[in-house]
């Protein structure tokens, strides 16, 4: 199984398995950016020599500064981590909540982490009926919760949150953590954001990713906004210098590239309706999606399931996420990303060359 370490975009499992090289793959099975890494981190690499010798600052301030000043926050109410991952982590750690909400389907890193302090973990189900927007009927009764953890857009569903379900939630004195590591790429993100609201509130927290906008996911860098009392101690909490000297410097010189940002977005715009009609004329399922990746099904009568579809393009050096790995998801539930015109022609043509043929079993890989 390609996701037998619990993502996408393992590579070197993906070796292991088919024998093909790392870098000899098509791969659709992590979110990232395919326009990027920006040009300016290649400048960074060069400079970097010279800092390797040294301490990274251990309060990460030119980078959390500019962070203030792009999204016009205190400086005071930005923690920053060693990718969203560590956000996520660091916030349940500290949270320490005995019960908790997370939709069904949701990354699968908010139930990790929520095990790890033993919280009763409650799903919040989303309905494909629904398009798999999360509504306020299928929300637990209030006061029940310690904690809400919620994708903004959602991962893999792509769907991002009503802002009155959200507002409702904190209104009602329920703690909410929003994941929104995959909202830079809406064009909306500034109305969408909850950063604002996060930026002063006692019970609102924001993560954000750098690595999936940026396409740095080496580099691991994400950041979390919250009021500044319990950003002090998320960072009192945190492993000294775990923000490398390298991710600061390239997460300071990314975050002004307004013109990467607007490629990005145009290229979003045209490319996802695109893959959505041809992938859709190939018999799949596409739901909407308001991000960078595509929620599909396979058609019930093909036979074709996700561990199977996933096995056979992989045979083609092609790279796809088995969504029926999420809880709350079915068999015939796969994710991909959007990445390049050709590139994603090259998936359209193999997954209609596949729904054509009978369903190959295969030996688990
Ligand atoms: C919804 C979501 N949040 C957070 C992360 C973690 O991102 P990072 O690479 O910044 O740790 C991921 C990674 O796939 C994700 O899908």
Same mark, same amino acid.
């Not at 090289?21 to 098509?26: D, G, I, Y």
């Not at 009927?137 to 991962?155: C, S, V």
């Not at 893959?275 to 058609?299: A, D, K, M």
């Given at each position: 199984?390609?996701?037998?370490?619990?993502?996408?975009?393992?590579?070197?499992?993906?070796?292991?398995?088919?024998?093909?090289?790392?870098?000899?793959?098509?791969?659709?099975?992590?979110?990232?950016?395919?326009? !990027?890494?920006?040009?300016?981190? +290649?400048?960074?690499?060069?400079?970097?020599?010279?800092?390797?010798?040294?301490?990274?600052?251990?309060?990460?301030?030119?980078?959390?500064?500019?962070?203030?000043?792009?999204?016009?926050?205190?400086?005071?109410?930005?923690?920053?981590?060693?990718?969203?991952?560590?956000?996520?982590?660091?916030?349940? /750690?500290?949270?320490?909540?005995?019960?908790?909400?997370?939709?069904?389907? @949701?990354?699968?890193?908010?139930?990790?982490?929520?095990?790890?302090?033993?919280?009763?973990?409650?799903?919040?189900?989303?309905?494909?009926?629904?398009?798999?927007?999360?509504?306020?009927?299928?929300?637990?009764?209030?006061?029940?919760?310690?904690?809400?953890?919620?994708?903004?857009?959602?991962?893999?569903?792509? $769907?991002?949150?009503?802002?009155?379900?959200? /507002?409702?939630?904190?209104?009602?004195?329920?703690?909410?953590?929003?994941?929104?590591?995959?909202?830079?790429?809406?064009?909306?993100?500034?109305?969408?954001?909850?950063? $604002?609201?996060?930026? +002063?509130?006692?019970?609102?927290?924001? &993560?954000?990713?750098?690595?999936?906008?940026?396409?740095?996911?080496?580099?691991?860098?994400?950041?979390?906004?919250?009021?500044?009392?319990? &950003?002090?101690? %998320?960072? /009192?909490?945190? &492993?000294?210098?775990?923000?490398?000297?390298?991710?600061?410097?390239?997460?300071?010189?990314?975050? !002004?590239?307004?013109?990467?940002?607007?490629?990005? *977005?145009?290229?979003?715009?045209?490319?996802?309706?695109?893959?959505?009609? +041809?992938? +859709?004329?190939?018999?799949?399922?596409?739901?909407?999606?308001?991000?960078?990746?595509?929620?599909?099904? *396979?058609? @019930?009568?093909?036979?074709?399931?996700?561990?199977?579809?996933?096995?056979?393009?992989? $045979?083609?050096?092609?790279?796809?996420?088995?969504?029926?790995?999420?809880? !709350?998801?079915?068999?015939?539930? %796969? $994710?991909?990303?959007?990445?390049?015109?050709?590139?994603?022609?090259?998936?359209?043509?193999?997954?209609?060359?596949?729904?054509?043929?009978?369903?190959?079993?295969?030996?688990?890989?």
């Amino acid at each position: 199984m390609l996701e037998k370490y619990g993502h996408g975009g393992d590579l070197t499992t993906a070796e292991e398995l088919y024998g093909r090289p790392t870098q000899k793959w098509l791969d659709f099975s992590a979110n990232m950016n395919p326009l !990027g890494p920006p040009e300016s981190v +290649q400048s960074v690499l060069e400079r970097f020599g010279e800092h390797i010798g040294r301490y990274p600052d251990p309060r990460v301030r030119g980078l959390r500064q500019k962070i203030a000043e792009k999204y016009r926050i205190p400086v005071e109410s930005i923690w920053v981590g060693n990718g969203a991952a560590e956000c996520i982590d660091g916030i349940v /750690k500290y949270l320490r909540p005995a019960s908790a909400a997370v939709t069904s389907p @949701a990354f699968t890193e908010y139930e990790d982490a929520l095990h790890k302090v033993d919280a009763k973990v409650t799903h919040i189900p989303l309905r494909a009926e629904q398009d798999y927007r999360l509504i306020a009927e299928d929300l637990p009764p209030a006061g029940n919760m310690d904690l809400y953890m919620i994708g903004h857009p959602n991962n893999p569903t792509g $769907r991002t949150v009503e802002a009155r379900l959200i /507002k409702n939630l904190l209104e009602q004195g329920e703690t909410v953590v929003l994941d929104e590591a995959f909202i830079d790429f809406q064009p909306e993100e500034e109305e969408l954001t909850f950063i $604002r609201i996060a930026a +002063q509130h006692p019970r609102c927290f924001v &993560i954000r990713s750098m690595t999936k906008f940026y396409t740095i996911p080496g580099i691991r860098l994400g950041f979390a906004v919250s009021h500044p009392d319990h &950003i002090a101690a %998320l960072m /009192k909490q945190q &492993i000294p210098w775990s923000v490398n000297g390298l991710a600061q410097m390239i997460g300071e010189e990314v975050l !002004g590239d307004d013109g990467y940002a607007e490629r990005t *977005l145009l290229w979003l715009a045209e490319e996802r309706e695109w893959f959505r009609r +041809q992938l +859709q004329e190939t018999g799949l399922i596409c739901y909407p999606s308001e991000t960078n990746f595509l929620l599909l099904e *396979l058609p @019930a009568r093909s036979g074709w399931t996700a561990p199977l579809a996933q096995r056979w393009l992989a $045979r083609r050096g092609i790279l796809i996420r088995d969504a029926s790995l999420f809880y !709350g998801l079915h068999e015939r539930c %796969l $994710r991909t990303a959007i990445r390049l015109r050709e590139e994603n022609a090259v998936l359209v043509s193999a997954l209609r060359d596949m729904l054509a043929s009978e369903p190959e079993g295969g030996g688990e890989e």
